[in-house]
């Protein structure tokens, strides 16, 4: 029934209605022509979820450009949990939308509902927002007076903390995101979900991100990946495609001065069944931040970064081809593979060497946990860029035995993935001559190596989840 009303009488006259007839607020208007309590014994995020659907069903366009997702309870639950991490003071959250992420901090924390500010562009969302906070907290609507329909970049108020999911939009060439983080970083401190993209991005408004969260002396960052579950883990409202879900990869960042501690995570995945599991225990997957030329690189638990080498692959391919050649494919997933044989697919780098010596080392290397690790630390998004590829730390390594064991599985291992209707050919090394693999150059880089376990096997580690 709501969407006939949205569709005779548009967004805000029905919510206006809607809301009245819920509560009898003399803020809302009826309409003679909407009767039904829609809204009656439904909960705070039942509320929330419908006047998404109603934004996506208006216009699903304007969503979209507006970067409108709205957080779910126990991702709003963790952010809010964040907050016991701050001392007292003066919050805002700058996008509040509905109103998600700031039930659940005025749950555990009530009376910052009397001092905290509530921004958002979409006033019809602002105001449903203070009515359930009356609503739910037992409050008048006219004594919440903080809510302002304005746009937080431009605001002048003071306060000391922002718990955020800021839009996902563009701002000119800038994401929205970091333009909302870059400016969250002139207060105290702050709490947000965003993209986990600028941790790996060296673009310059990325990098001038980077700095400033550096300068906090408190900084925990977890990135979480898209699959199985994703964060934003129902189904998407207006959508655009046969993707219905929102499989972005978020980072939630908390970043203050109150101790010292810079800390980040590898990129988490975990089944849905864990979800709850995951959330209770993803501080245990936080380990020592650490950069490496503008990049924050995810690193794993339990382990350090690792230099294998004193030098790196882009010192010893050639620029112009030659007869030892090796292609990569470019979008990985839970293995990089370098094969001799020429792979049919779209999507692949190709790479040449001077000499037998380098283009040895390169086959063993690159079809190496060492290689998947390096990108996974590095960037772990949908495709292994070359930039991050030729940075991977390498050294003259030889063995013939192995070397053969992959060119023969080169001939035995191929699968095929259908992308836009073509089969992509790639090749999938057996675990155990993997494990073999990474044994010997454990051996080799053992010496070099600050870590105990940088071989941990990351084919496995995302294959069995984290969870």
Not at 399 to 418: A, G, I, P, S, W
Request: charged share 25%.
């Amino acid at each position: 029934m709501i969407f006939e009303y949205l569709k005779n009488f548009g967004l805000q006259t029905t919510w206006e209605a809607l809301i009245y007839n819920l509560s009898h607020n003399e803020n809302f208007t009826p309409h003679e022509e909407i009767k039904e309590n829609l809204l009656k014994n439904k909960s705070y995020y039942e509320i929330s979820d419908l006047y998404e659907e109603s934004l996506a069903f208006v216009n699903k366009i304007n969503k979209k450009k507006n970067g409108q997702y709205y957080t779910p309870q126990d991702v709003s639950a963790f952010l809010a949990k964040q907050s016991d991490l701050f001392n007292d003071g003066i919050w805002c959250d700058p996008c509040c939308g509905i109103g998600n992420i700031s039930y659940e901090l005025l749950k555990l924390k009530p009376q910052l509902l009397d001092t905290m500010y509530f921004y958002d562009i979409d006033s019809m969302a602002l105001k449903i927002c203070r009515f359930l906070f009356s609503f739910f907290f037992g409050k008048k609507y006219e004594e919440l007076v903080n809510f302002k329909n304005i746009n937080f970049l431009n605001s002048n108020d003071k306060f000391d903390y922002i718990i955020m999911n800021p839009p996902y939009g563009k701002c000119g060439e800038e994401d929205l995101y970091v333009t909302f983080m870059k400016k969250a970083c002139e207060y105290k401190g702050f709490i947000s979900i965003t993209p986990q993209s600028f941790t790996n991005s060296t673009n310059k408004p990325s990098i001038e991100l980077k700095d400033r969260l550096l300068n906090y002396s408190f900084l925990n960052i977890y990135c979480f990946d898209n699959v199985p579950d994703c964060i934003f883990n129902g189904r998407k409202k207006g959508i655009f495609n046969q993707n219905t879900s929102i499989s972005v990869r978020a980072a939630i960042t908390i970043a203050n001065n109150l101790k010292e501690e810079k800390k980040i995570t590898p990129l988490i995945r975990w089944k849905t069944a864990d979800r709850q599991k995951m959330f209770a225990s993803c501080h245990e997957q936080l380990n020592n931040l650490k950069t490496f030329r503008g990049k924050i690189l995810k690193t794993f638990p339990n382990t350090n970064y690792f230099n294998f080498g004193g030098f790196e692959l882009k010192d010893i391919i050639s620029n112009v081809p030659t007869e030892y050649k090796l292609t990569i494919p470019s979008t990985p997933r839970y293995y990089i593979t370098a094969s001799i044989r020429d792979l049919d697919r779209s999507s692949k780098h190709i790479l040449y060497f001077k000499n037998k010596e380098d283009f040895h080392s390169a086959y063993l290397i690159l079809n190496s946990s060492y290689a998947y690790w390096w990108w996974r630390i590095c960037d772990g998004g949908m495709t292994l860029g070359l930039s991050t590829l030729l940075s991977l730390k390498v050294k003259k390594v030889m063995n013939d035995e192995l070397f053969n064991e992959l060119l023969e599985e080169e001939k035995t291992h191929l699968v095929f993935k259908k992308n836009a209707g073509k089969l992509n050919e790639n090749i999938k090394h057996s675990n155990k001559l993997i494990n073999k693999l990474d044994n010997f150059l454990f051996k080799i880089g053992k010496k070099n190596a600050t870590s105990l376990e940088w071989h941990m096997n990351c084919h496995n580690y995302y294959i069995n989840n984290s969870f």
